[in-house]
């Protein structure tokens, strides 16, 4: 669906892929979604002549009423799901209880719909509806949350107020310290577990709006071409497509820029931490982006001006340990993913392990991937260690800190070096253990392929690893 009524500049895609885009550019987008909207209802109405309720509410409310209800999110999230459906399913009143900020001359005035059958079109499970209490808290944190972004984020609070309309709160996930998720049927929609704090508030309704920014451009733009396959994603443990991972790029760029302002604002530990992790993490995948041949000239546009706009950040000043712990953090997980999603091929593996019992160098084996499936978000004990060692807590928040674990965050490579060994003697088949010797081990093949080193532990478990490691390394 691309309308030449809804038209945006060169400059003002550039600007929006920039993550700066304008209110005219935020009015272009809202009414092209408005428009999606009233031709997914004219269908709707087309295929049922006999009024179905929806309509007839719209028709029995003022104007203001009618566009405000034609402009809900949750009201273009039905009309898709009523016309896949391919019958008038059930009706949907537009319920919800109000959440209102304001500070300063900026108001954010949202819904939280904690009841509706729509909840589960986000894919995660919902939430029971809100006690008082839980209510209360999201007021709390939305108070505070607001506060922050309007002093001192006033561009992306007045994104805020121009486009979030509706959170729907969902069940944490214990393996994440926060789940969200968006849908492109409903813009301005944002589906969240309850916010530990305000700061987590801010930057889980900032990321997840920046989404919605983005569903709505692929309206009038197609950024990525068609096909392809998946690859790394700096932000999540499964491979994702291309056009994921522009998602996760163009998400982290405003998170990015949120702790980069916060850093300025205070000399923080945790700010520097997030600001270096991932100023880093959104170049690296811009650069992919652009080099992997996936995107279109509209695409390809977006991506560099995105790209323009970190750039300078990976030049400003910031805490040596900070930079450690966050060249850690980002080195960890590309590990941690390579473990669990590359493997070698039951064939190759065997060939390995010959060649190694008869004493010849190693046969050349490709990594394959490992076909596992299902949405995994990031999740590493080093990481909330990291962040504790930063605000200088003795104690790891999750417990059970490993020997190996302590001393890699520390910098101690020696001590984690012989801890990751020796818990390895005791078991060769845990992925994080892997990714601790790789992190902090001189041997390359770690480095390279913790998968192929690890396969070939598994099926010589006579030898020792780092000599397997060498041997590899070739």
């Keep these: 669906m691309r309308s030449p009524a809804f038209q945006l500049s060169d400059a003002a895609l550039a600007a929006l892929g920039a993550g700066r885009p304008d209110a005219g550019t935020l009015d272009t ?7 999606r909207t009233l031709l ?11 009024a179905p309720a929806w309509y007839s509410r719209i028709l029995a409310a003022g104007p203001d009423e009618a ?7 949750m009201t273009s999230l039905w009309a898709a799901r009523a016309l896949r459906a391919g019958d008038r399913a059930e009706d949907v009143e537009i319920q919800g209880r ?32 809100l006690t008082g209490a839980e209510r209360d808290h999201w007021q709390r944190c939305l108070d505070d949350a607001w506060r922050t972004l309007v002093t001192r984020h006033r561009p992306a609070a007045e994104m805020l107020a121009a486009i979030l309309r509706v959170i729907v709160p969902v069940r944490p996930d214990p393996s994440a310290e926060g789940i969200s998720a968006t849908s492109s049927e409903a813009f301005g929609a944002v589906a969240m ?24 451009t692929n309206l009038l733009f197609d950024l990525v071409a068609p096909g392809g396959g998946s690859g ?4 999540r443990d499964d491979p994702r497509p291309a056009s994921g991972v522009l998602h996760g790029t163009y998400a982290y760029l405003a998170v990015t820029r949120y702790w980069r302002t916060e850093l300025a604002h205070a000399d923080d530990p945790g700010a520097a931490f997030e600001f270096a992790r991932w100023r880093v993490a959104v170049a690296d995948a811009a650069r992919r982006l652009l080099a992997g041949g996936e995107l279109t000239p509209a695409g390809a546009r977006f991506v560099t001006a995105l790209l323009d706009e970190v750039r300078p950040w990976l030049d400003e000043p910031v805490d040596p340990e900070a930079v450690r712990l966050a060249d850690l953090a980002r080195t960890d997980h590309h590990l941690r993913w390579r473990l669990r999603n590359l493997t070698v091929a039951p064939e190759d593996t065997a060939a390995l392990a010959a060649a190694w019992r008869e004493g010849r160098p190693p046969p050349p084996v490709p990594s394959m991937p490992a076909h596992v499936v299902g949405r995994a978000l990031e999740n590493s004990p080093r990481l909330r260690l990291a962040r504790a060692y930063l605000r200088r807590d003795d104690d790891d928040p999750a417990g059970g800190v490993s020997a190996g674990d302590s001393a890699c965050v520390r910098g101690d490579a020696g001590a984690a070096v012989t801890a990751y060994h020796i ?7 845990q992925d994080l253990t892997w990714a601790g010797l ?6 390359p093949s770690l480095r390279s392929r913790p998968e192929l080193v690890k396969a070939a532990a598994l099926a010589v478990p006579e030898a020792p690893v780092d000599e397997l490691a060498d041997w590899l390394a070739g």
């Design 232 to 235: 790394y994603s700096p932000w």
């Design 438 to 443: 790789a992190l902090v081990s001189p041997r």
């Design 423 to 429: 818990d390895l003697e005791k078991d060769r088949d």
């Design 98 to 129: 109000p959440l209102t900020a304001v500070s300063h001359d900026l108001h954010l005035r949202v819904r939280v719909d904690d009841s509706s059958p729509l909840r589960h079109e986000f894919g995660l499970p919902p939430s029971e509806p």
């Design 193 to 216: 577990s309850a916010p530990a704090d305000a700061t987590a508030l801010a930057v889980g309704l900032l990321h997840e709006t920046v989404h919605s920014v983005l569903n709505a």
């Design 40 to 50: 997914l209802l004219r269908e709707l109405r087309r295929r049922h002549p006999a």
């Design 29 to 35: 987008l809202r009414r092209a979604q408005v428009s």
């Design 67 to 73: 566009n405000r209800l034609i402009a809900d999110p």
